[in-house]
């Protein structure tokens, strides 16, 4: 099975036409009639001639390209024979003469990566168009004929050069530029079948994702993966479908619950509950459905996305055998929010129904990881749902036991009784549980999702993995600025190299970023805080929109924790047009204050309250003076 080494879809020759233009291919054939038209090619200059320039593209293909191809003087190319160039080929003339294309890339360092062409296959018979076609007109009739041999597809590969007959579930379509290939599964595995009627036109369009077929056709070997070329598809139903499906998913089911895990933290969660999730994130994995993970731009959103992810690709690489495939089966998309809003929701809905239209994917899994305290914000979960999406929820704390099947099929919280104020630590139980495998390389997670007063059982972990107090905090602190910038990317590499790979050059580096914009925000916005006491207790204020620089990093998050450590106050209320952030170093019931707001000053609906560890205060702007009264006045009151 070809798939993009960019990008993960199928492609073929390991590259697909969006990325056709960021690699390049060392030609291995022996025949000009072997090259693929509009690749680019890396030669050898081998002579230059008024008219172009000779490019040998290996020891025994050499191809022209022409002064006229070029985006400049032949004379100022400063080529000599001998050096290496890369060219496109553009066409293959009779008697094997080839016409190359310029490349604006001419050197290897700027293009994405390379590729082996070992030559089309020219020897064999090539089929004609009607023999390639689809046998059935109806791929809807039931059709229980066939001159093949019934075989599960783990038997496949001693079948090689045989006609065989199979039956199992379409777990994927892919079209590619030539066949369309059917990705069909039973009890025993996962086989690629390819169908082909005319260069990219999909073939049998009424199959989708989820049907039950029969496949005639013969294997072959692919790669060095076994393939079927199909010479029918046809669609079961009734009795017999109902069986093969109920044989696959008794299968899947079985196979897809975890191994015994061991907890991070006992009795923090509900392990029946997360066992569920990870059985239903194992499901998807090996069912082809794609994994959407949808969390905060914040450094406890991102370590806890990435702790999931961390947990499926390891599975995923086992069971597809290539890195490419990734992409393809988990995405992690951050948002700006604590949780899933209409406009993050609408997004979501709308890739995924563009997904199923135009490359026939699958409904996703949905993981959803939010801290948001008000249920509102997840109003655009019960969007997804309508379309089929199922929802896993991990935090969830706006929403109340009895309303969770409104939002999610799933929903991982922490016992009452635990005190929990990170994503992170419930994101790390729900990881083991996948992939208990992965434990020793996540232990030490929790305790760099906090800020400050991280709880002693997760130093401990982490000190026992071998991180010590300097490196958590600086890669929290590395985190921060990854969070920061770019907020809608998920950053995967570099943040799985901070937490995963230990790259320390890139960890000091953003975190000496991290110190000295602290140093300086704080140094410029110490001065202008206003300060009172409470019962011993001080509490300062600061007007966000007049001390502060916006949309510059520290976010005003982030300032405002390294402000209430630095200058030692009981509470700090920062406040800006439309927002009012709350840090208390936990000493402030922020649910109480949220109920005391919308008493107090939450006329006609305008309020709305955000957050676990902090408090953030929505509203608009004609109500500033009014919320930040009451915010003073219920603080004051619980102290």
Not at 11 to 26: K, N, P, Q, S
Not at 454 to 477: C, R, T, V
Not at 504 to 517: D, H, K, P, V
């Amino acid at each position: 099975m070809d798939t993009c080494v960019i990008c993960g879809i199928s492609a073929e020759g390991g590259i697909c036409l969006t990325h056709a233009e960021d690699v390049f291919f060392e030609f291995g054939g022996n025949s000009s009639e072997q090259l693929t038209l509009g690749r680019y090619y890396q030669g050898t200059v081998e002579g230059i001639a008024d008219f172009g320039v000779f490019i040998k593209l290996n020891g025994k293909v050499t191809g022209l390209l022409h002064r006229n191809e070029l985006k400049q003087r032949l004379e100022s190319l400063g080529w000599e024979v001998g050096d290496v160039v890369y060219v496109k080929v553009k066409a293959i003339q009779d008697k094997g003469k080839i016409d190359l294309g310029w490349s604006i890339r001419q050197d290897e360092n700027e293009f994405r990566g390379m590729l082996l062409d070992e030559g089309k296959d020219i020897g064999s018979k090539k089929k004609s168009e009607e023999e390639r076609a689809p046998k059935t007109p109806d791929p809807r009739v039931e059709n229980e004929r066939g001159s093949g041999t019934g075989v599960p597809i783990s038997m496949l590969e001693k079948e090689v050069g045989k006609n065989v007959r199979m039956e199992g579930k379409v777990s994927d379509i892919r079209q590619t530029t030539g066949p369309t290939l059917f990705e069909i599964q039973d009890e025993s595995g996962k086989v690629i079948c390819s169908a082909f009627e005319s260069a990219g036109k999909r073939v049998y369009p009424d199959i989708k994702v989820g049907d039950i077929v029969q496949v005639e056709g013969k294997v072959e070997l692919r790669r060095g993966s076994i393939q079927v070329e199909s010479d029918s598809i046809v669609i079961l139903s009734g009795e017999k479908s109902d069986a093969i499906l109920e044989k696959i998913s008794q299968v899947i089911y079985k196979k897809a619950r975890p191994d015994k895990f061991e907890s991070i933290v006992e009795g923090l969660v509900d392990y029946a509950i997360v066992e569920k999730a990870a059985t239903e994130i194992r499901m998807a994995i090996l069912e082809s459905i794609p994994i959407i993970i949808r969390h905060p731009a914040t450094v406890d959103g991102h370590i806890a996305g990435a702790t999931i992810e961390h947990s499926i690709i390891r599975i995923v690489e086992q069971e597809y055998g290539q890195i490419q495939a990734i992409h393809r089966h988990v995405d992690r998309r951050p948002y700006q929010s604590n949780g899933q809003e209409m406009n993050a929701a609408i997004l979501d809905t709308s890739r995924m129904l563009e997904s199923q239209l135009r490359y026939s994917d699958p409904v996703p899994l949905y993981v959803f990881i939010s801290a948001s305290e008000d249920s509102e914000e997840y109003e655009g979960m019960k969007l997804i749902g309508i379309y089929g999406a199922n929802r896993i929820i991990i935090g969830g704390g706006g929403i109340e036991d009895e309303e969770k099947e409104d939002y999610a099929e799933i929903l991982v919280k922490a016992r009452e009784d635990e005190k929990i104020k990170t994503l992170t630590a419930l994101s790390v139980e729900v990881a083991v549980a996948v992939d208990p495998e992965r434990r020793d390389e996540i232990v030490h997670l929790p305790a760099i999702s906090y800020w400050e007063n991280a709880p002693e059982i997760y130093i401990e972990l982490a000190n026992g993995a071998g991180y010590d107090s300097d490196m958590i905090k600086g890669i929290h602190k590395a985190i921060a600025v990854e969070a920061f910038y770019q907020r809608n990317s998920s950053k995967r590499e570099m943040i799985s190299d901070m937490l995963f790979g230990e790259n320390t050059e890139l960890i000091e580096q953003c975190s000496s970023y991290f110190t000295g914009s602290m140093e300086k925000s704080m140094l410029a916005t110490s001065p202008h805080l206003d300060r009172l006491v409470v019962n011993e207790k001080e509490i300062a204020t600061i007007d966000l929109d007049k001390f502060t620089h916006r949309y510059q990093f520290p976010p005003t998050e982030l300032l405002l924790l390294g402000l209430i450590e630095k200058e030692q106050v009981a509470v700090l209320i920062g406040s800006d047009t439309t927002n009012i952030y709350v840090e208390s170093r936990g000493i402030i019931d922020l649910k109480e204050l949220g109920k005391d707001i919308k008493s107090m000053a939450g006329k006609n609906g305008s309020i709305n309250i955000r957050g676990i560890s902090r408090g953030e205060i929505s509203f608009v702007p004609g109500d500033r003076e009014e919320v930040l009264e009451a915010v003073v006045e219920s603080i004051v009151k619980q102290l």
